[in-house]
């Protein structure tokens, strides 16, 4: 069973820039899709980006421009680079593989805080 581990979140003043990694234990990215939700407090969870195996992209409005997702297979990790950070960014940030949401495996969560 694949597991994924996030890591790089953290405290970063606005205007501040992450990345995120998301390390599997098989490769799974080259053949799932995968990506990371966010949920702040009091929130629903909301897909931010998604990468699917071929390298197509999809995101979130609200972190067009400022994020990117992004791969690389022989690490079996997905990558979300984070520029200009907003304190809105403030959450839990979590990886997934697989494109359908009832099958999906989850990461643990990395929190993410925004904030001067």
């Known amino acids: 069973q694949v597991q994924l581990v996030e890591s790089g979140g953290g405290l970063v003043q606005p205007g501040g820039s992450l990345r995120l990694s998301c390390a599997a234990s098989?490769?799974?990215?080259?053949?799932?899709?995968g990506g990371w939700y966010r949920q702040a407090p009091g929130k629903e969870r909301e897909l931010v980006a998604a990468i699917a195996p071929g390298g197509s992209t999809n995101y979130a409005d609200s972190v067009k421009g400022r994020f990117t997702i992004s791969r690389d297979n022989a690490k079996n990790t997905v990558y979300l680079q984070m520029d200009s950070l907003k304190p809105e960014d403030t959450a839990v940030y979590y990886c997934y593989a697989g494109a359908i949401p009832s099958s999906r495996t989850w990461g643990q969560g990395t929190q993410v805080t925004v904030s001067s």
């Open positions: 098989i490769n799974i990215f080259s053949i799932k899709a």
